[in-house]
């Protein structure tokens, strides 16, 4: 194979690269019901995480309160069996100095702890609404996720005949032509060799569209041999 059937092969190989790097951002691209989906799910689950959050500490601080409800009054019914045997008035009624301060921190925390168990109770309302909402949207995001997997499967399976095509290919042309061709198409994301564009009397480069030097484009179509863009770096071709 000449150096000008090697560059017609070369650009053939570079068609089959750039649709295997189609197939490959197809694979990647996630349906926008998916997308919406999962937002969703997401969504739910942080609403859920942060109520469960509240309705914990909630539950903590009524557990905090209660315990210390049911220790003043123990101490309020201590101070009253103290009162009942009193010996005197003066200890009976400093005792039921006592027994109105700790009547008074109780009502206190009574009052505290009605709006707890109306929060409580209201939060685990919103959590149960959550995850029965998490439950009716279970069915459709794994639908959703199914369908997407076939798809990628669909598509790797095409992307792997192609790339047996691919490789077919690049088995003709040598093989320091095909590394000096990757590297490139690795800088240049995506090509790595570009038609010679003829307009007139004025050569231009098929990929960055500069004028190329009647030099440069004599030898693209008298050598055959590999001749880069000077603006570039792509390889040049003739074309057919």
């Keep these: 194979m000449n150096g000008s059937d090697s560059l017609a092969q070369l650009f053939h190989l570079q068609d089959k690269d750039l649709e295997l790097d189609r197939i ?12 919406a989906a999962r937002k969703r799910w997401v969504a739910l689950q942080d609403e859920l995480e942060g109520l469960q959050d509240r309705l914990q500490e909630s539950r903590l601080e009524y557990s905090r309160n209660d315990l210390q409800h049911k220790d003043l009054t123990a101490k309020r019914s201590r101070a009253q069996e103290s009162q009942r045997n009193a010996q005197s008035a003066r200890e009976q009624t400093q005792y039921e100095n006592v027994i109105q301060q700790f009547k008074g921190l109780i009502e206190e925390l009574e009052e505290a702890m009605l709006p707890l168990l109306d929060e409580i109770e209201r939060l ?30 669909k598509l790797e399976a095409t992307y792997q005949e192609k790339l047996t095509e691919r490789n077919q290919i690049a088995a003709g042309i040598p093989a320091t032509l095909v590394r000096e061709y ?59």
Excluded at 24 to 35: F, S
Excluded at 187 to 194: L, Q, S
């Design 124 to 153: 685990e309302g919103e959590v149960a609404r959550v995850k029965a909402e998490l439950e009716a949207e279970r069915p459709r995001l794994e639908e959703l996720e199914a369908a997407n997997e076939a798809r990628i499967a």
């Design 182 to 240: 990757e590297s490139i198409r690795k800088a240049r994301k995506g090509t790595g060799v570009a038609k010679m564009l003829r307009g007139g009397s004025v050569y231009r480069c098929g990929a960055c569209n500069v004028q190329l030097p009647m030099h440069v484009a004599q030898q693209v179509i008298q050598s055959g041999k590999v001749v880069r863009c000077p603006a570039c770096g792509r390889i040049l071709w003739k074309g057919e």
């Design 24 to 35: 490959k951002e197809e694979e990647d691209r996630i349906p926008e019901e998916l997308v």
